[in-house]
C-alpha cells in the first residue's frame, strides 16, 4: 500500500525543520562521526615509514596485516557514514511532510550507527597496537649509538652510567620483564646513546628466548658500535673463556657491526689483562681495546674519547 503524497503541509512547519536540518542532526552525526574515525587512522604512524628498528620491534606485538586491515576498515566505515549524510540530507531537503522528513532522519542516524558500531573491532586492533608502541623504548634510531653486551654482573649498568651524563632512563620492553636502559652522553655537543638490554646481547643466542632473539635482531638497524664488556676478574661468575666465546658469537651474529672490547673492574686486586690471542674475530671487526674501572674511574674518559671519534668523527 503506497501511503498517500501529503495533502496539507504547513509551509511554515515544515520550512522550520528544513532549516534545522541545514546543520541538524544527521549532517552532523555524519560529520563528527566520520571526521572521528579518520582522525585515529591518520594518528596512526605509516608502518613503511618507520625505522626498520621499530618496524621490526612492532612485529613482535603486531599482526601487521591485521592492522592495515583495521585501517582501511574504519577508513572504508568513515566514508560510508558521509555518504549516507549526504545523501539523505538531500534527500530530505526535498520532502514535503514533516513525518517523512522525521522517519527519513531517523533511518539516516540508525544506518549510520550501525555503520559506527561495525568500527568497534578495527578501532580496538588500532588501540592495542597503539598501547604496544607506546611502550616501546625510547630509542632514536638516528642518533650514533653505544650497545652494550656482554654476560651479566660484569659492570655494564655500572658503566652505562658511568659514561652517561643524564641519569639512564630505564624503558620496559612489552616483551621483556627485564628493562632496557637508555643513558645519553654529550660528545663534542652531539647526543649519543648508550643503551643496554638485559636478556638480549647478555647471553648466546641459542638461549634467547624467540622474542628475545627478535628483539635482539633489530638492534642491528642502529648506527653504532657494540661495547662488549669482559670482567677478567670472574667475579661476575663466567670464566674469561666463556665470555671470550661470547663476543666471538655476537661479532658472528652482529657481521656489520664493530665491537668494541672493554675489560672491566681494572680497580680490583685479582684484575689480570686476559689473553686475548684465542679469541677469532676479525682485527677489522674490532674497533678498539680499553681498560675501566666503573667504581675509581680510571678509563673512563680515555673510553668517552675513544667512543667519540669512533661514532662521530666518521663520515
Ligand atoms: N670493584 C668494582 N666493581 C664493579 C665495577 N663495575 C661493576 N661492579 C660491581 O659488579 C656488580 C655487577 O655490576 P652491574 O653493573 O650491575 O653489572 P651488569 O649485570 O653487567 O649490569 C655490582 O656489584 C657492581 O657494584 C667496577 O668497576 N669495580
Ligand atoms: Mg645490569
Known amino acids: 500500500m503506497c501511503s498517500s503524497p501529503p495533502t496539507s503541509i504547513d509551509k511554515r512547519e515544515g520550512g522550520a525543520f528544513k532549516d534545522e536540518l541545514q546543520d541538524g542532526k544527521v549532517q552532523a552525526f555524519a560529520d563528527t562521526a566520520s571526521s572521528t574515525l579518520l582522525k585515529y587512522v591518520r594518528a596512526f604512524p605509516t608502518i ?28 572504508g566505515i568513515a566514508s560510508t557514514v558521509s555518504e549516507i549524510g549526504r545523501g539523505k540530507v538531500k534527500e530530505i531537503m526535498k520532502m514535503r511532510s514533516q513525518e517523512e522528513m522525521m522517519r527519513a532522519q531517523r533511518e539516516a542516524l540508525g544506518r549510520m ?19 604496544f608502541m607506546r611502550r616501546l623504548p625510547e630509542i632514536d634510531p638516528k642518533t650514533p649509538t653505544v650497545i652494550i653486551a656482554g654476560y651479566p654482573n660484569v659492570g ?37 646513546q648508550v643503551v643496554d638490554t638485559p636478556g638480549m646481547l647478555d647471553r648466546e643466542p641459542a638461549e634467547r628466548n624467540e622474542i628475545e632473539r627478535k628483539a635482539s635482531s633489530a638492534l642491528r638497524n642502529l648506527p653504532g658500535v657494540v661495547l662488549f664488556l669482559v670482567d677478567p676478574t ?73 667512543l667519540s671519534a669512533l661514532l662521530l668523527d666518521e663520515p
Open 113 to 131: 550507527v550501525s555503520a559506527v558500531k561495525r568500527a568497534r573491532d578495527p578501532l580496538m586492533v588500532l588501540s592495542e597496537a597503539r598501547e
Open 48 to 75: 613503511e615509514a618507520l625505522h626498520p628498528f621499530y618496524r621490526e620491534l612492532i612485529d613482535l606485538g603486531v599482526d601487521v596485516d591485521r592492522l592495515k586491515v583495521s585501517l582501511g576498515r574504519i577508513q
Open 156 to 192: 655494564k649498568s655500572s658503566l652505562t652510567s658511568a659514561l652517561s651524563t643524564a641519569k639512564p632512563e630505564i624503558s620496559t620492553y612489552p616483551f621483556t620483564t627485564k628493562g632496557v636502559s637508555v643513558g645519553v652522553l654529550e660528545m663534542g655537543g652531539r647526543r649519543v
Open 234 to 306: 670472574e667475579t661476575c661468575g663466567y670464566p674469561i673463556e666463556m665470555q671470550l666465546s661470547l663476543l666471538q658469537k655476537l661479532s658472528e651474529e652482529f657481521p656489520q657491526m664493530r665491537f668494541f672490547v672493554v675489560f672491566t673492574k681494572s680497580d680490583m686486586e685479582e684484575w689480570t689483562l686476559p689473553n686475548v690471542k684465542e679469541v677469532k674475530v676479525d682485527e677489522e671487526r674490532i674497533a678498539g681495546w680499553g681498560v675501566v674501572s666503573s667504581t675509581t674511574r680510571e678509563g673512563i674518559e680515555e673510553l668517552k674519547r675513544a
